[in-house]
Nanobody
């Protein structure tokens, strides 16, 4: 079992910065890919950034150049550094631990990942104001 707990969300002004964290625990032997998702109110969850076991990262076009995903050496903490945020970044942010054979990319939706994402945390709210 993998347990995930997101934190660090809050209110931030447009153009500001915020860092989100995801605590990872439990059995992670089958995890090869960590992904940050976000959910805009009334819409589904979309991938934001991903990082594989070798430290390779990939970003959605909407956040490329502004967000940075990273993971501690012991793999217990996943982070998302958000810079120059805009109102389009407002939403609930979730982290997920992926298994299976899909490439480690934020392109895939939760439906496309299917059972390869077994658990979700409670999410953390990010609100960008003017």
């Amino acid at each position: 079992q993998v347990q995930l707990a997101e934190s660090g969300g809050g209110s931030v002004q447009s153009g500001g910065s915020l860092t989100l964290s995801c605590k990872v625990s439990g059995n992670t032997r089958k995890t090869y890919c960590m992904v940050w998702f976000r959910q805009i109110h009334g819409q589904g969850r979309e991938g934001v950034a991903s990082i594989d076991t070798a430290g390779g990262t990939t970003y959605a076009d909407s956040v490329k150049g502004r967000f940075t995903i990273s993971q501690d050496n012991d793999k217990t903490t996943l982070s998302l550094q958000m810079n120059n945020v805009t109102s389009e970044d407002t939403g609930i942010y979730y982290c997920a631990a992926a298994t299976g054979w899909r490439p480690c990319l934020p392109t895939f939706s939760p439906a496309e990942w299917g059972s390869n994402i077994g658990t979700w945390g409670q999410g953390t709210q990010v609100t960008v104001s003017s």
